[in-house]
């Protein structure tokens, strides 16, 4: 693949001119976009994000608002007042910057990781490369190994269209809602919302709460509930991420509600005044079109190889697909894959090797569509190991993997607080 490569109106290159350059689109500018512009940029490549807000850092960024923004788009954050990662900061980075020295805490919250995201983008000079207010709405293949890339203005509605050598999708997955189907929820008189939507406990002050999914946003929105609703009940199929605690009535699944009533599999009753469905999000990519083959079905994304490669144009890349993992590294590690790939140090199998991987993995993993992606602890490492391995680049430390796996079997604590010891320990502390 990188013989083809060739750049007309290649500009704005800071680092190393080198021989191979491409045309590379960015379609997000969160924490995923950031590292691909910079890994691009790096390489020397010609790179130009679109960002279809105003801001860079993507759900890291809070609003009020929910519904459509300003100009008419869907709001994309799904962030919420007082939101604490459920990573420490020493998992949440990448791996060429640090966050400030002063900031103690290893659980921190939503600003200071915007503020790291904003940090990174100065320190490595990216804004000059990021378009905002720029939407894409079509990205397909066209001949010669090139990919026609409409854009549109999200002010002035102006469409453009621009070619480029390859494409790299950052455009998030928590913006979608998953909401299952509850027989009787559409008669339900009190107010139903998707986490998407909820920004604070506020309006819950007194009510009977029902919280649907202990994910992680259930089980955190649960805990911020809990000190203004009069009840709080987590309605669960099984969760790791739940500390049954006081204040926090479990619940299992929920088999229909009738009226204010929420009849739970186990017969049990409750009157609900509102419910907040925590029942996660779809990975969606309307842009792109039918030819690239990738489609999403219950939540698993096919037609990408090492989730990460579209396996019919392998110069479309979608990026952040594996879940249950510490995303900020991980972005950097498939970045490095990436731009192997395109230089054509690394090759990747026949088309039909890939498929036939793709369908093994599949089936090799007993599991429903819809948590296929789910690394876990035990995933992460062994794809971690498997990008670094397949593409000889560097890999993410093994201290990462055992903070990860400690930070899950003690669940969240925010009095502790972690430091990196070297690439094989790490220590905790009382903050
Ligand atoms: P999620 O991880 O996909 O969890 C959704 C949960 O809802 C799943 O356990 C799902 O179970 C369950 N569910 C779906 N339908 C249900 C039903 N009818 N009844 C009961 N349970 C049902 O989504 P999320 O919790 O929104 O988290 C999304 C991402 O945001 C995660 O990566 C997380 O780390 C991140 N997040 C981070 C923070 C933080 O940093 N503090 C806070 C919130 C979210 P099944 O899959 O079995 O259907």
Known sequence: MGSTGKTEDVKDIDLVEKEFKMRI?????????????????????????????????????????????????PIHTSMYKHLRTNLPKELMLFDDFQYPEGLKESFISQNEVLQYLNNYADKMNLRKYIRFLTQVTYVQPIDDNKWDIEIQDVISKEKI??????????????SVPYMPHIPGLDSF?????????????????????????????????????????????????????FKASYGI??????????????????????????????????????????????????NYVRGLYKEIVCVEYPTLIVMGIPGRICPFPTFGLQMRFVM???????????????????????????CANRHFHNKGVEGELMYWIDLAESANVEGIPKVFSKLHAHVIQHKRDVKKGYRILNEEEFQEYDI
């Open 25 to 73: 689109a960015v379609i997000g500018a969160g924490a995923s976009g950031l590292v691909a512009i910079k890994y691009c940029i790096q390489d020397g490549h010609d790179c130009e994000a679109f960002e279809q807000t105003e801001s860079l850092g993507g759900t890291w960024n809070y609003t009020d608002d929910v519904g459509l923004d300003k100009n008419g788009l």
């Open 161 to 174: 269209r621009k070619i480029f050598d390859a494409v790299i999708c950052c455009n998030g997955k928590y």
């Open 189 to 241: 008189s009190g107010n139903c919302i998707h986490s998407h939507n909820y920004r604070s406990e506020e309006p819950y002050r007194d009510k009977t709460v029902l919280v649907i999914g202990a994910g992680p946003s259930g089980v955190d929105i649960c805990s911020h509930l809990s000190r203004v609703a009069k009840k709080v009940l987590l309605s669960m199929k099984s969760s790791p991420f």
């Open 249 to 298: 009535v479990e619940k299992v699944p929920l088999k229909e509600i009738i009226g204010k009533k929420g009849v739970f599999e186990d017969q049990s009753i409750e009157l609900i005044d509102d419910i907040i469905m925590c029942t996660g999000y779809v990975y969606n990519y309307p842009f792109l079109s039918e030819k690239c083959q990738i489609t999403v079905d219950d």
């Open 340 to 366: 192997k790939m395109l230089k054509g140090e690394y090759h990747l199998p026949s088309r039909e090797k890939m498929i036939k991987e793709i369908q093994k993995e599949r089936e090799d993993k007993n």
